[in-house]
């Protein structure tokens, strides 16, 4: 590790986590590099946009991200015993000098090399082939990151995927990659966070849901606004709709052909493919009824709901 490369920010185990996840709002972490590389399937540009600036929320802490940190040490111990290194911990956020948006928070540094040890643990239904030596290239956008930062010249990645199987990678500092990310972060900084322009959205679950957080009220009083600027566009949403609805139909066929081969049976088979088609049978309350004969009960357990259905109607031509 080149310490001259980097400056430190915070002593990781002086602060908090809110005045950790404060800091890392000034700059571009390496769990957020595959994010902004639109490599993630966790995150977005957009996403990562709203964070570093405060739009929406930190995300809540889950089960997994929690059992992340806590195992860290036992998947360090896991590496050790298996490759026969000795690490210890840095202890600090830093930031390149070179890079002055990119930080850094390693989990490792080996001792006698001039290399990290990143810690992951994942669930045993991550489709990664680890046996093949893949990993996910999210996980190698923040490796890199690092490798940036830090100056050093190898990551290793141990792994651990719960209940099932260790696993250690070694990966190699990559100029070339390297100076492609740190590209792609310093545009997404300059022209994005900085100038508080943001990027475009993604088509993601995830973009979906900080839209509507950021925007879960409309205002009756705002002006109809001028979508000119999207006639393409809403060209483009029309055929593609369109097209949508002709592979529904087609979809709908063919699910009735076979529903009208298999008859009364509750399964079919064939090369690759099981099909289920059997009676349940589940119990619901009749609201109708309820609210003619019990209004009061009715209206004692109505729950109110708030939603802003986006809503696209084409006039015929």
Not at 173 to 191: G, H, S, T
Not at 300 to 311: A, D, G, H, M, T
């Amino acid at each position: 590790m080149n310490t001259k490369l980097f400056t430190k920010v915070a002593h990781v185990s002086a602060i908090s986590r809110e005045e950790w996840l404060e800091h890392r709002k000034t700059g571009i972490g390496g769990s957020d590099a595959g994010a902004i590389a639109g490599l993630s399937r966790y995150s977005t540009p957009f996403e990562v946009y709203c964070e570093k600036l405060g739009i929406v929320p930190e995300k809540q802490d889950t089960e997994a991200m929690r059992q992340g940190r806590d195992l860290e040490e036992y998947v360090a111990q896991r590496f050790c015993e298996a490759e026969g290194k000795t690490v210890k911990r840095f202890n600090y956020l830093v930031r390149s000098k070179q890079y002055p948006w990119a930080l850094a928070d390693v989990d490792r540094i080996i001792v006698g090399e001039n290399a990290l040890l990143e810690c992951k643990t994942t669930s045993p239904r991550n489709p990664t082939d680890f046996e093949s030596g893949d990993i996910p290239p999210y996980w190698y956008c923040q490796v890199q990151h690092y490798l940036a930062v830090t100056g050093c010249d190898v990551c290793y990645l141990a792994v651990v995927v719960l209940g099932k199987a260790f696993y250690s990678f070694k990966i190699e500092r990559n100029e070339d990659d390297i100076k492609a990310l740190m590209e792609i972060e310093q545009k997404f900084w300059d022209e994005n966070v900085s100038k508080k322009v943001e990027p475009l959205p993604d088509g993601s679950e995830t973009a979906d849901e900080v839209i509507r957080g950021l925007y879960s009220q409309s205002d009756e009083e705002i002006p109809c606004v001028d979508l000119t600027i999207y006639t393409a566009e809403l060209a483009e949403y029309r055929r593609l709709d369109e097209e949508v609805q002709e592979r529904q139909t087609r979809m709908a066929q063919i699910k009735q052909e076979i529903q009208l081969c298999l008859k009364d049976a509750t399964r079919g088979t064939t090369d690759g493919c099981k099909i289920s088609w059997q009676t349940q049978t589940r119990k619901t309350i009749d609201s109708k009824r309820l609210k003619a004969e019990l209004p009061d009960v009715y209206e004692q357990y109505l729950k109110e709901s708030v939603s802003r259905p986006f809503k696209i109607n084409f006039s015929e031509d």
